[in-house]
């Protein structure tokens, strides 16, 4: 019995010893190495070699695409996340990297570092498990719920009993109230707006032609001098000397008289 109590008190007196031993280090800046007071090493490195009773911890940088976030006794780095596919932020030697998928995609883990394919559609809705994996199942939406979009939950549909439905809903579409019979029809109204704008822009452009071909008229001063008979335009106008092939003709008592008729009709000549 002697020897029982002697062994219990032995035990007891040692673990007074170490917790005292222990309760020397400032545990928020130091770590206890072989009865000794280590400094933990500073963001970004790591202990490469720790205190002796001549030297302080030895710490070194972190070596490339490794990190190290806060004050720790950690004999090297953690890894850098290796994002498969968006990097939101860049490793640095005092902070991981941030990930993120595409669109289209899901996390497979709780950092994001790999991507899956979604494959839920509009009226399922994307169930996740896991805590650190993730998995995912895409289960149709229950009866008067819906889900509109690839990536969510299904929300109840919207009661219309007091106002009336206009549309009652279905599994990717919530119900729309209003009074009845007046339906909305989405593509019938895009269908008629996009007919008119075309006719609208048919019409333009033909007045544009129409305004392009319509002749400009610009009258024709007749020249009085003497002129031959086949000297004359299809207006009656008669043509200068030099547009009639230079041929000088005097004038006689008949070229007298075409002459009067022509005046006559000078102000018929049109281009």
């Known amino acids: 019995m002697d020897t029982q109590y002697v062994l219990v008190i032995c035990l007891l007196y040692s ?20 009865e000794r007071c280590c400094e933990f090493c500073k963001p970004g490195t790591f202990v490469y070699e720790d205190c002796t009773a001549v030297s302080k911890t030895n710490c070194r940088e972190c070596p490339e695409n490794f990190y190290s976030d806060g004050h720790d006794r950690l004999p090297i780095c953690s890894p850098c996340l290796k994002c498969q596919q968006d990097v939101t932020s860049k490793c640095t030697l005092t902070t991981n990297a941030n990930c993120s998928c595409y669109r289209g995609f899901l996390c497979s883990d709780h950092y994001c570092e790999t991507c899956e394919q979604n494959n839920c559609r509009k009226g399922e809705e994307l169930n996740k498990a896991g805590t650190i994996k993730y998995m995912y199942t895409c289960n ?32 990717t579409h919530d ?20 007919i008119c704008f075309f006719l609208l822009m048919f019409l333009t452009c033909a007045c544009f032609w129409i305004s392009r071909q319509k002749p400009k008229g610009r009258a024709i001063k007749c020249r009085t001098a003497s002129v031959s008979v086949a000297s004359q335009d299809k207006c009656g106008c008669p043509l200068s000397t030099e547009e009639s092939v230079g041929q000088h003709i005097q004038p006689t008592e008949s070229d007298d008289y075409r002459y009067q008729s022509s005046l006559s009709m000078k102000s018929n000549c049109i281009v």
């Open 15 to 34: 673990g007074i010893i170490g917790l005292a031993a222990a309760s020397l280090c400032n545990e928020s800046a130091f770590y206890e190495k072989d």
């Open 140 to 171: 149709p939406c229950p009866n008067n719920t819906y889900s509109d979009t690839e990536e969510g939950s299904c929300k109840p549909l919207t009661k219309c009993e007091e106002f009336g439905y206009v549309f009652r809903g279905n599994k």
């Open 175 to 194: 119900a729309k109230c209003g009074p009845p019979g007046r339906e909305e029809k989405p593509d019938t109204i895009l269908l008629i707006m996009a």
